[in-house]
């Protein structure tokens, strides 16, 4: 039982086209919910002792803000990104699924990398630019 307790593999969510573990979002939002409203307490009460009643709010806020930006750092020293980038040789096949879901016209695009030189050099580094031309030669057909 315990064997497949650990053999499982943990479970994402998607939150803005990113993928988190639930235990990690949540650790996050209690840290930033705690160092902004402690950095706006912390206002409330340290500020009316030097600055004028009009502006302990608007100062209180900013250190509220200041307590948001903290913990953003906070969070992103503590919790690693999880997710795994994986290379693969990009196909004929896949390129043409590419184009077609961007709804791009391959002739077209080989067209403009043809005619900025250091676009059409990176291209060529990478090996794409030959893509470029089949699929563009099969387009003709």
């Known amino acids: 039982m315990e064997l497949d307790k ?3 593999a943990p479970k994402y969510l998607e939150i803005l086209g990113d993928t988190v573990l639930p235990r990690n979002i949540i650790l996050a939002i209690i840290i930033s919910i705690i160092l902004s ?5 912390l206002g409330e009460r ?4 030097f600055a004028s009643e009009k502006m302990v709010s608007s100062y209180s806020l900013l250190l509220g803000i200041g307590g948001s930006v903290l913990s953003l750092a906070l969070c992103a020293f503590i919790f690693k990104p999880s997710r795994v980038l994986t290379e693969e040789e990009t196909s004929l096949e896949s390129m043409e699924e590419i184009f077609k879901d961007m709804q791009l ?10 005619e900025d030189p250091v676009t059409r050099k990176e291209m060529e580094a990478l090996g794409v630019l030959d893509k470029f031309r089949t699929i563009g030669e099969d387009d003709k057909k």
């Not at 016209?105 to 043809?114: Q, S, V, W």
């Open 37 to 41: 409203l402690s950095g706006y307490l």
């Open 105 to 114: 016209d391959p002739k077209e695009e080989y067209l403009l990398i043809e």
């Open 46 to 49: 340290l500020f009316p002792l």
């Open 6 to 8: 650990i053999n499982e």
